[in-house]
C-alpha cells in the first residue's frame, strides 16, 4: 500500500495495525532491500544498471501478481 502512494497511517488503518508496527515492518523490508543489493554488488559484481534493472523487474511482477 505504501508504495503507491499510501501513507503510514492509512496503512495502519486500512490493515488494523499499529503505525509502529508498520514502520517496524518497513524497516525490516529496508534493510533485507540493502542486504541483497550489497549482494548483487559485492558477490555477483553487478553494476548499478544492472541491478537497477532487476529491481525493476521484480517491480513490474509484482504488479501483475495483484
Known amino acids: 500500500m505504501i508504495p503507491e502512494k499510501g501513507s503510514t497511517r492509512g496503512t495502519a488503518r486500512a490493515t488494523k495495525h499499529d503505525k509502529d508496527t508498520i514502520c517496524r515492518w518497513l524497516d525490516i523490508a529496508g534493510s ?25 523487474y521484480i517491480k513490474k511482477k509484482e504488479k501483475k501478481r495483484d
Not at 533485507?32 to 534493472?53: N, P, R
Request: aromatic share 16%; charged share 25%.
Open 32 to 56: 533485507h532491500c540493502q542486504e541483497v543489493t550489497d549482494y548483487f554488488f559485492q558477490e555477483l559484481e553487478l553494476g548499478q544498471v544492472q541491478i537497477d534493472e532487476i529491481w525493476s
